[in-house]
């Protein structure tokens, strides 16, 4: 069972489509990491789930209905969105007494949240003295406050310091041990690379890759980086072999679907010198980058 | 629709700006009323009559209705230049009910502003009238009416305010646009350009008048309730459409 389901998405500002015919879902229970480059169109997709932008074409629903549909709201649906969102002269207290007051939610959940969130000790505290670190602690408290079973997390590393991080993570996969569906939104792979079951990537608003974490990985490893006088020569040669080639600078070759000591023999029966031979398990984080295109781009 | 209400008015009261509100309003209407009093009688000043009390409540009017506008203003303006309108929209996807809550929430401040300033103008003037030689009752019902015409232009006035923060995404934009109601500058140009002097009383600053300070020019002060009402629910009703079509990005 779907809990977000998003379908034929499409937003466009003015002359900019920022969303591009977005389709994806993600299970009930499921903790999914929601990626792609800045400016992707995360958040546009993630506002429109909740009901703060209005798609131009297109469904965004949670639990099967739209965001501005479901009774309660608080309850079913806790979202972190960027570290603003607070009047800086407001205490964070008062900030979660107001949500929760507007949400129908008992005075108790205030404390309970700032607890859980380690801002008990800063509660009364005006939030413009906050540092971005806090806001997002803020955020997820008042996106805690209605014990809501789907989460939606914009970018919630942000700002966090790396002890800060850490927390995060167990925070999630409290969250999801507790059954609770969560989307969480980074342009960072590594951030949800061991928290997520799924990921949905996306780039300039359309689709690249949606598929279980395990699924990404696979059959993404395994190149072995050569650097050799002779790069002509092996690249023949391996290519006669069977191998993937490509020549990744001068006198560095990339071979893929070979072992090293495969590239050895190749080499050794060729004649070919080799100065360095290197087996790389490609990471997550390369995947990504050729997923979106963004390989080699300043960012 | 209750508890909307108030968390509006938990997030009025939560935020340092309607306490300084307050307390400059109960600063400024003991200072003029301490003002009035002391220059009465004084060559080329007023003598005061029976009629003190009705008179000094009447006279921080203007600031007052100042002090609700602002309030209603920055309170839904606010929402937008502090980006709160983020979590408040998620808690009530429904937009039009939080505008809603919001009138009904400045109303309460704007009450709340006139009872405030009518408590500190009592306080300062019955003690002191009967040194100055004025006798000027409490039970005196042309007194009730000045207190709830007061009451009733403050109150409309902070409404007035919300509805003017709805049109207006832009804080400032939304206080200079108040200023000019409550100065009356655009009203004098409208009734200027159209050589109609009779419309003034049917404008914002208008109908006030006919709340605070009625007389023979002003209407009567019902209609003159009506009217401000009016337009703070009409401005409301438009600028509620602009808070509910608009993406927050």
Known sequence: ????????????????????????????????????????????????????????????????????????????????????????????????????????????????????????????????????????????????????????????????????????????????????????????????????????????????????????????????????????????????????????????????????????????????VLHEMRFERSNLEDVFLELTGRKGDPS | MTRLVHAELLKLWTTRTTRVVLALAAAGTAALTVAVLSLAGRPGQPSLGDDALRQLVGAPSGPLILAALVLGILGMAGEFRHGTATPTFLVTPARGRVVAAKLAATAVAGLAVALVATVVVLAVAVPWLPAKGVQAPLADPGLAVRVGGLAAAVALSGALGTGIGALFRNQFAAVVAGLLVWQGGVEDLVVGILGRPALGRWLPHGASAALTAPGDATLAMWAGALVLAAYGLVLAVVGGRLVVSRDLT
């Open chain 1, 1 to 272: 069972m779907a809990a977000i389901t998003v379908q034929g998405l499409t937003k466009r500002f003015g002359d900019v489509l920022a969303v591009d015919k977005l389709s994806f879902q993600v299970d009930e229970g499921t903790v999914a990491g929601f990626l792609g480059p800045n400016g992707a169109g995360k958040t546009t997709t993630l506002r429109i789930l909740l009901g703060l932008v209005a798609p131009t074409s297109g469904t965004a629903t949670v639990g099967g209905r739209r965001y501005r549909d479901l009774p309660d709201p608080a309850r079913r649906v806790g979202a972190v969105l960027e570290a603003g969102g607070f009047h800086p002269g407001r205490s964070a207290r008062d900030h979660l007494r107001v949500q929760a007051t507007a949400a129908g939610l008992a005075r108790a959940r205030v404390d309970q949240v700032l607890e859980q969130t380690g801002l008990a000790a800063a509660a009364r505290r005006r939030v413009g003295g906050f540092s971005l670190g806090m806001r997002q602690r803020l955020g997820l408290a008042a996106a805690l406050l209605g014990d809501p079973e789907v989460l939606i997390l914009d970018e919630p590393a942000n700002g966090l310091d790396p002890e800060g991080v850490h927390w995060l993570r167990g925070l999630v996969r409290g969250l999801a041990a507790e059954g609770r569906t969560v989307l969480v939104s980074s342009h960072l792979l590594a951030e949800v690379a061991q928290t997520a079951d799924q990921v949905v990537i996306i780039d300039k608003g359309r689709l690249v890759a949606q598929a279980a974490m395990a699924e990404l990985t696979a059959g993404a490893d395994r190149t072995v980086r050569v650097r050799t006088p002779q790069p002509e020569a092996l690249r023949d040669l391996l290519l006669a072999r069977g191998a993937t080639v490509g020549i990744d600078g001068p006198g560095q070759l990339v071979v893929g679907g070979v072992t090293t000591e495969q590239v050895g023999q190749v080499a050794a029966a060729g004649g070919v």
